[in-house]
């Protein structure tokens, strides 16, 4: 699939802070990846580590409010900031789709005029019918049924699946070489979400565009990501290529995720979810952020601030753990995380 | 569109019923239509009278079935002075009807543009004075609001209108809101920069008092009628002149009443309009038309404005009772011969029920015909129940 | 088996306790941190202070009037009024001896002897005359007439406390009762939905079709000066359907909710999951809007006052304040002035304090600083 390298998207230090009343919420930290054309990227973590707003960052959609630092090129061309070209780009060169599609089409216009806006911003000369007429195929290329009378359908005649793969329609519309998905198929139940990862594996086929999945699901990005980026509290903690994730994870964070997993379990049938909770964005725990729930942290850990990415084996493979080494030599990382749940069943 | 409307009436019809059964039984119960013929000396022949027309000596849902019928051939009966209703009630709706039509209108576009802007500009120094004189409104008692427009809005607005001109302070108010207006015209979207804005507002001002030198030229050594009514709707030495000044009379007669009517319903609805465009610009929809590339204005407007509209109709069609209730007192201290007054003339201490009856079931039957075309604005802005 | 069926919900109850209290802490802190909100809250209480403490040690009653023309229409001053409350009196004193002698006298201070004694006048008493002249509780009182005194000379300041004592005691009786009501209609309306919810909300369209006002207008007709506090109840009574909107549409939503359904499942009754779990749910918006229909109640007080019903002379309320004094409004200002601006000030208070409320009470706020 990436058979040209070419380099789309540059991210570099991307840091958002959200000052309120309670304090400054530092939503992402320090985030760099790049992405080249017909790459499937892979973003996991648990809820609220900063999934969306980096993302939401890069497109340029985040509130007022926020404060957004670092860098983010799109073929060289800087994103951010105010005079950031992110505004004649979104919807053309960058799209986005979204986690809810029950709530991310206006309820008010027809699905057809929702369509044809998204076409037209970009598009002021193209003729009517060519502007039907591309519409219909986007539809088709989604697989609606009944693209033509279904372009005069209100979006509450949809059902979820459908509305998404419309948002999905109305995202390549205008064959944008990027496509950030944000968790598109949390909200829809199994079949459907099966149904909507392999319509956008077929849309990338078709238009080669690069995709940014985010997703609390690794069986989804073991599916048809490349490359994976772990997220906790605002910060990547490890990235590499889906086998160094999967094979060769160097990252507790990373083993608990995978341990969390239904379907590969380590040991026993049991879902294990990572015992803790997410930390505080506004008061981060010194030293590692994971360190309060980490199994195997040392008191290096709350002193030394990790974070410091370092390469492992392959040139693309980085972890934020300062034992990383250990981790990596472990058998099945995930079974470091056997003995905290079960003194966590004891205590209970 | 037209199920819906029937649909509607089907409900509306025996509410309306029911509505006049329960009112009846209030205005029967709540008072004596005789009480002070009573008190009277000689009034033997007067009492006996009144208890005839009104048939005080039968019971009372027979009462309500000869008031009822004869309601339905649109005959609401004789008053206690032994005046026909009908006419009187007829020449009380039209006023009563100009004044909070063109009051919800007001109200309504007021409203709307206010809480529009200050959604859009959340947290502005805008948003906050707007917000503050939205409570202020709120916090009024209307006669009291109508008592100090009458004084100031047309007392002190006549006076100036025999010698007008515009004083020093006149011209930097004027300036400065000037100022304002333009360097929010300009500074609409959020990126514009303080400097562009700063350079705006002073164009503004600066242009603005251009015109008001211009105006206070123009108004030097003229004098001008007394323009603004307080009382009544029409001045009768307008009763034979053409159409334009009667109509610029009327207009004159109209404003403050309305004004003050309006006042009152504006502060909700920009109140609202505001809570409702805030949640409406935060919603998922309006991030997918940002993320589709719509630009900034078309997203408030066209997204945004346009699905926070539907609730802001709900709004408005719940207030209509209370416009009636509110005219009730705009025509008292106004001296405006409306509903109003036909009401608080049947509340004497001799209760006339049928006049009574008669502004009530009127009142009614408008806030129901009010609140279907609600219905049909809601169902014309909501695709969801269009289709329901 | 009936311990098994008991032990389930109180374990349930329990933890939702818990969330309850933390939920309230958080809920106290943020109204806590609402500035405006605070400020008015206290701008409230001082006003109401003043109102029920205030009135009854300031130098003037509400309804008494004064016996001398001397007080009618003043303006208000901070100086004490003229024309008498002088420790130091100049009277013309009619003695035995000589009918012409003019003496000067400390009101305060114990009768004089020697120069004026046996004095005549209907008494005989130099001091019963000057009483009779100036009433006691005008003429030992040396308080200003803040606000000013009206055409028969009642001191305003003393008015507006007592008017404002009527005001809130009403409003608030009011926002007891059309809450009680328009919680109990909503949530049976929202709970038990089907052809109950259908009538119940029939009636509210039904009673929002015929101004408030003017029912208010027609029910109050026969309320005299004792019977006060019919106006509570008519204005009460037609002035719960928001609020009951307001808690359908809260009870239909909590209804789906899973505690709800836990509750269900484990065979507890309509009135225990009503009351215990899921009115806690709604109380954010009943305390809003109880505190915002408290403000519409002292306007919709005021407007009946107008229409010349309500809280009758000689007592007053501040409605009936304005009401009586809007003729005076060109000629002698303050008597329009200061009670309605006690209105706007306790309603503009009512509703920050409302909105701070709302903002307290709404999770999905998190008001972000520009
Ligand atoms: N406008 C905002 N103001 C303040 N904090 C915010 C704002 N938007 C997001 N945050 C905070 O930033 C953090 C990261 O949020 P984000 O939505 O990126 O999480 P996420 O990883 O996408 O989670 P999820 O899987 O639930 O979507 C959260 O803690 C959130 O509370
Ligand atoms: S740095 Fe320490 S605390 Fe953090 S993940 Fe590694 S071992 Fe655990
Ligand atoms: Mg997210």
Known sequence: MSADSELLLEVEHLTVDFPTDDGVVHATRDISYTLSRGDVLGVVGESGSGKSVSSLAVMGLLPPTARVSGSAKFCGQELLGSHGAVKSLRGNKLAMIFQDPMTALNPVYTVGVQLREALRVHNREMPKREITERSIDALELVGIPNPKSRLESFPHEFSGGMRQRAMIAMAMINDPDILIADEPTTALDVTVQAQILETLERVQDRTGAAIILITHDLGVIAGIAQRVLVMYGGAVVESGSVDDIFYRTSMPYTAGLLGSMPGIHAHGSRLRPIPGSPPSLIRMPPGCSFGPRCPMVTDACRVDAPGKFSLLGSETHASACIRRDEVLAMDDARTMFAATYDTEVVRD | ?388 | MSETTDTTPTTQDHEFDVKARTQAQLVVRRFLHHRLAMISLVVLVLMALLAFAGARVWGYDHARIPQNNLESYNAPSLTKPAGRCRPIETVAVPTNTDPGVTTTVDRLAPAPTTTIAGATGDTGDWRADFIAKYPRDHDLSCAPHLFGTNQVGQDLFAQTLRGTQRSLLIAIMVAIVSTTLGVLIGAAAGFFRGWLDAVLMRMTDLILTVPYLAVAAVLGRKVSGDTWWVIPLILGGFGWMGIARIIRGEFLSLREKEFVEAARASGATSKRIIFKHMLPNAVGPIIVNATLSVAGAILAETALSFLGLGVKSPDVSLGSLVSENQTAFSTHPWLFWFPGLFIIVIVLCVNFIGDGLRDAFDPKQNRVRA
């Open chain 2, 1 to 388: 569109m037209l199920r819906l409307i029937i649909r509607r009436m089907l409900v509306a019809i025996p509410m309306l019923l029911v509505c006049s059964v329960l009112v009846f039984v209030l205005v029967a119960n709540a008072g004596d239509p005789l009480e002070a013929l009573r008190g009277r000396p000689n009034s033997q022949q007067a009492i006996a009278q009144r208890t005839a027309t009104l048939h005080l000596n039968k019971p009372i849902f027979e009462r309500y079935w000869l008031w009822f019928s004869k309601m339905l051939h649109g005959d609401f009966g004789i008053d206690n002075k032994g005046l026909r209703i009908g006419p009187q009630l007829w020449r009380a709706m039209g006023t009563t009807l100009q004044i909070v039509l063109l009051s919800t209108i007001l109200a309504v576009c007021l409203g709307i543009a206010v809480g529009v802007i200050s959604a859009v500009r959340q947290y502005s120094f805008f948003d906050y004075s707007a917000t503050f004189v939205s409570f202020l409104f709120y916090a009024m008692p209307v006669f009291w609001f109508a008592v100090l427009l009458k004084v100031f809005g047309a007392i002190e607005f006549n006076n100036w209108l025999e010698n007008p001109g515009i004083g020093t302070v006149g011209f930097l108010l004027i300036g400065l809101l000037g100022a304002g207006f333009t360097s929010m015209l300009f500074g609409f979207k959020r990126t514009v920069s303080k400097r562009r804005r700063l350079i705006a507002g002073i164009a503004g001002f600066a242009g603005t008092v251009l015109v008001c030198l211009l105006v206070d030229r123009f108004l030097a050594d003229r004098t001008y009628f007394r323009w603004i009514g307080t009382v009544n709707t029409t001045d009768p030495r307008f009763a034979h002149q053409g159409f334009w000044p009667r109509l610029g009379d009327h207009l004159g007669h109209l404003l403050l009443p309305v004004t003050t009517l309006a006042v009152i319903s504006y502060a909700g609805y920009s109140r609202f309009t505001r809570a409702s465009m805030l949640e409406t610009l935060s919603a998922d929809y309006v991030r997918t038309a940002r993320a589709k590339g719509v630009s900034e204005r078309a997203v408030i407007f066209k997204h945004a404005f346009r699905t926070a509209l539907i609730p802001i109709v709900t709004v408005v069609a719940l207030d209509f009772g209370a416009i009636f209730g509110g005219a009730i007192i705009t025509e008292t201290v106004f001296s405006i011969q409306g509903m109003g007054k036909l009401f608080r003339e049947a509340l004497q201490k001799d209760i006339d029920p049928n006049k009574a009856m008669a502004y009530l079931i009127v009142t009614a039957i408008n806030v129901v015909v009010f609140n279907l075309i609600a219905d049909i604005i809601y169902a014309k802005l909501d695709p969801r129940i269009r289709h329901e």
